[in-house]
């Protein structure tokens, strides 16, 4: 990358404000950057020495969310996990889409499992990603979080009574330094660990996987999480032959709020069937809804190859335009890319 790139993406970051660079020029986090973009070899091509990339895969354990966001976005990948650019989140006066769902699964947690109850947990919760708005905006959040809650826990009650099932573990880690349970290790070279929502025991004694989505549709669910962490519980489980029968998403205040998933067997191999609105992230299915463990493997192994290769196009993994850029925390970065891609010499 060239001097003057280095400069522009400094300005992009900074939103082309001269006081903000005034004020930011000298600061660890412009070093950092800087340190960063030096590592870029090839003339602004956006292709990096696939090293640096497949050691962030390799040499550690991951969580699914780093295939899916390159997967969903290979750009974002090489901005968030090869350059390790962390943008600041504007300061808005709605809780943020991220810290709304952090609460909703705290509370869930300690609701029920540990008995807290609702709406002392809710406080605690909120009061810790509410920073300093006034009282009248903090008991709005409140009165609305605490009713999304009442109407999702009476839709939990009557699900698991269906399916005869009760809650054994929430926020299960696996992977982790601090965690008791060990990483998942679905190849020689992929490792994941992970954080689970919650782990139900059925009426067989098998077990059902939980992951809860705080928003209304499933557009963030993505069946391969649920099928590393189903991998990852049976592992744990193991000594007590248990184990994993199916498993759902469940949204907090989606109108249809469960998205299940059964595991079968066909030929002794074993095969997950998903919902068919359910999009595999990482593959295509020849039958939508249905991967086996043989087929979940290679298409991850294609992802990491893909970002050994260094392909870090701004482009989803099927070549297509990427389709959350509005929420993007480096949208302001990929207008440089758009002003690049029209042609702007780089030499100013
Ligand atoms: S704004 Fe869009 S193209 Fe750019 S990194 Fe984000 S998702 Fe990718």
């Given at each position: 990358m060239s001097q003057a790139d280095y400069r522009l993406s400094i300005a992009s970051i900074f939103k082309e404000t001269p006081d903000e660079w005034e004020r930011h020029k000298d600061s660890e986090t412009v070093a950092?950057?800087?340190?960063?973009?030096?590592?870029?070899?090839?003339?602004?091509?956006?292709?990096?020495?696939?090293?640096?990339?497949?050691?962030?895969?390799?040499?550690?354990?991951?969580?699914?969310s780093t295939i899916g966001t390159y997967c969903k976005c290979k750009f974002k990948y090489f901005l968030n996990y090869v350059l390790g650019l962390q943008p600041v989140p504007e300061e808005i006066l709605e809780l943020s889409y991220m810290d709304a769902g952090s609460v909703f699964h705290a509370v869930l947690s300690d609701h029920l499992g540990r008995g807290v109850p609702l709406d002392q947990s809710l406080e605690n919760h909120l009061k810790r990603y509410s920073g300093s708005v006034n009282k009248s905006l903090f008991k709005r959040r409140f009165d609305q979080m605490l009713r999304d809650l009442e109407d999702y826990l009476e839709f939990d009650r009557i699900r698991s009574s269906e399916l005869g099932e009760r809650v054994l573990h929430t926020e299960f880690a696996f992977g982790f330094d601090d965690s008791e349970d060990s990483s998942l290790h679905l190849t020689n070279k992929i490792c994941f660990r992970g954080f689970i929502d919650r782990i139900d025991m059925l009426e067989n004694e098998n077990l059902f996987i939980i992951d809860y989505k705080s928003g209304t549709s499933?557009?963030?669910?993505?069946?391969?999480?649920?099928?590393?962490?189903s991998m990852a519980v049976e592992q744990a489980f193991s000594n007590e032959g248990r184990y994993v029968n199916g498993g759902e998403f469940r949204l907090i205040k989606g109108k249809t709020k469960s998205k299940p998933f059964g595991v079968e067997y066909e030929d002794g191999e074993r095969v997950w069937r998903f919902r068919k609105n359910l999009n595999f992230l990482t593959y295509d299915p020849a039958e939508s809804g249905r991967i086996t463990d043989a087929e979940l493997v290679e298409a991850i192994e294609g992802v990491v190859d893909s970002i050994a290769s260094g392909e870090f196009s701004a482009e989803t993994r099927k070549n297509e335009e990427p389709k959350g850029c509005f929420l993007c925390d480096f949208r302001e970065i990929c207008d440089l890319l758009k002003w690049r891609q029209k042609g702007v010499p780089t030499d100013g």
């Open positions: 950092t950057l800087e340190k960063n973009l030096s590592s870029i070899t090839d003339n602004f091509s956006f292709k990096v020495p696939g090293v640096k990339a497949v050691e962030e895969l390799t040499k550690k354990c991951i969580s699914f499933s557009s963030s669910a993505v069946p391969e999480q649920l099928i590393i962490y």
